[in-house]
């Protein structure tokens, strides 16, 4: 089966780098995501990177990809107060060959920055 | 362009009733996944819409249904309520494959 784990706080000060990182089980994912959430929102969509790809870097962002031992990351550079959340990990598996993918989340990391 | 929205954003029903909550997806998507976000049990995968059809569904009872609609708009339906029901209901939207998918600001569904 699959599953995604993640640690669930990590505190960082302001300006520093903040890493925040992931293990997923399933091999056949395709697709790997991080998500971020903000208290009462839904899901921002901050960046994803394709199982056959190491590294993705999109501005402050940064994804590495360890497809031998399932281990994903994420890198934001300069971290500031309001990168302040709960960031989510998911990866996309096809069921039932019907083009169809959905995702399997992490429990989420809760990212605090200290002014 | 518009994102995916979610109607009602907040809901209070009693147990034993039944509800139906709406997602209209980004325009040109015709892919619609519903999530349940509890506490809990985090982030978990309801079911999946393509061209009015049910493609895949996840590990939740029969009373949780859905449907889409010609226009990609999806509507999923509780029956039965049921204190354990109380979660953050969120719809994704994507073009064809449920890869990509971004996500509605989700409706707050409070069972008493």
């Known amino acids: 089966g699959e599953d995604v784990e993640q640690s669930l706080f990590l505190s960082v000060r302001e300006g520093d780098s903040s890493v925040i990182n992931c293990t997923y089980t399933?091999?056949?994912?395709?697709?790997l995501y991080w998500y971020k959430q903000e208290p009462g929102a839904g899901l921002q969509l901050l960046t994803y990177?394709?199982?056959?790809?190491d590294m993705k870097q999109d501005q402050r962002l940064t994804v590495l990809l360890n497809k031998k031992d399932k281990h994903l990351s994420l890198r934001i550079a300069d971290t500031q107060t309001g990168d302040s959340a709960i960031y989510f990990c998911?990866?996309?598996?096809?069921?039932?060959?019907?083009?169809?993918?959905?995702?399997?989340f992490g429990k989420g990391t809760k990212l605090s920055v200290i002014p | 362009k518009a994102g995916v929205t979610q109607t009602p954003r907040y809901l209070i029903k009693t147990r034993g009733q039944q509800v139906t909550l709406s997602c209209s997806p980004i325009?040109?998507?015709?892919?619609v996944s519903w999530y349940q976000q509890t506490p809990g049990q985090g982030l978990q995968f309801l079911f999946e819409?393509?061209?009015?059809?049910?493609?895949n569904k996840g590990n939740f009872p029969g009373r949780f249904s859905g449907r889409q609609f010609s226009n990609s708009r999806s509507e999923m339906n509780v029956s039965t309520l049921e204190l354990g029901d109380s979660a953050l209901y969120l719809c994704?939207?994507?073009?064809?494959?449920?890869?990509?998918?971004?996500f509605g600001p989700g409706t707050r569904l409070t069972v008493l």
């Open positions: 994704a939207s994507s073009l064809e494959t449920g890869n990509e998918q971004f």
């Open positions: 399933d091999s056949s994912s395709t697709y």
């Open positions: 990177i394709f199982s056959n790809m």
């Open positions: 998911a990866e996309s598996i096809s069921y039932s060959g019907a083009g169809s993918y959905q995702l399997t």
């Open positions: 325009s040109g998507h015709r892919s």
């Open positions: 819409y393509f061209s009015e059809t049910q493609r």
